[in-house]
């Protein structure tokens, strides 16, 4: 079945840099794009970041454009979000995305 495993999440300072990771598994994971969302406390799930599954296309969200970088491993079926230049707003849990699959979400707070 179609699983998708986020893990990195966690306590950082405001300035800090957290790199997530999202396993997949259960699917062709090369011939799709995956996403990631976050949610946080009270607020509804925002969407933070794509990456097409082919021709290495990404898009980000206005508010973590230039902090954030998707990435993704076709061989280890796994895609990354590597976040630089956190700050406190960024608090959330984070999930991957693929269609109507969802992970089980990783939570990162950041506080000083």
């Known amino acids: 079945q179609v699983q998708l495993v986020e893990s990195g999440g966690g306590l950082v300072q405001p300035g800090g840099s957290l790199r997530l990771s999202c396993a997949a598994s259960g699917f062709a994971f090369s011939l799709y794009a995956i996403k990631w969302y976050r949610q946080a406390l009270g607020k509804d799930r925002e969407w933070v970041a794509f990456?097409?599954?082919?021709?290495?296309?990404?898009n980000y969200a206005d508010s973590v454009k230039g902090r954030f970088t998707i990435s993704r491993d076709n061989v280890k079926k796994t895609v990354y979000l590597q976040m630089n230049s956190l700050k406190p707003e960024d608090t959330a849990v984070y999930y991957c995305n693929w269609g109507a699959y969802w992970g089980q979400g990783t939570q990162v707070t950041v506080s000083s």
């Open positions: 990456f097409s599954s082919a021709g290495g296309t990404t």
